[in-house]
């Protein structure tokens, strides 16, 4: 199993997303600048697929999903988050 490279942080951002055309809904749960946990409301995905976080209306996140468990899933971003991204975010 692959171990993390930087520490996260706990959240409790609900962020709109699409799974690459699915809409779902989704509680960033913790997160760190390469990757997160998330708890979907309805909805599932899959190991491997993209997922783009709707951060506002002109910006977005994207990732890939690297484990699933239940209603919960485990993303690497694409690239390290950005300093607009984590102010968005209010990190």
Do not use: Y
């Not at 942080?9 to 055309?21: F, T």
């Not at 946990?37 to 910006?59: C, P, W």
């Amino acid at each position: 199993m692959q171990t993390r490279t930087t520490n996260r942080q706990g959240s409790d951002i609900v962020l709109d997303c699409r799974v690459p055309i699915q809409r779902v809904r989704a509680i960033l749960c913790d997160i760190s600048p390469t990757g997160c946990r998330i708890e979907l409301f309805d909805g599932s995905v899959n190991k491997g697929a993209t997922i783009f976080f709707e951060l506002d209306e002109r910006n977005e996140l994207a990732g890939q999903i690297v484990w699933v468990k239940g209603n919960e899933a485990g993303v690497r971003f694409m690239h390290k988050l950005s300093p607009l991204a984590m102010n968005v975010l209010e990190l």
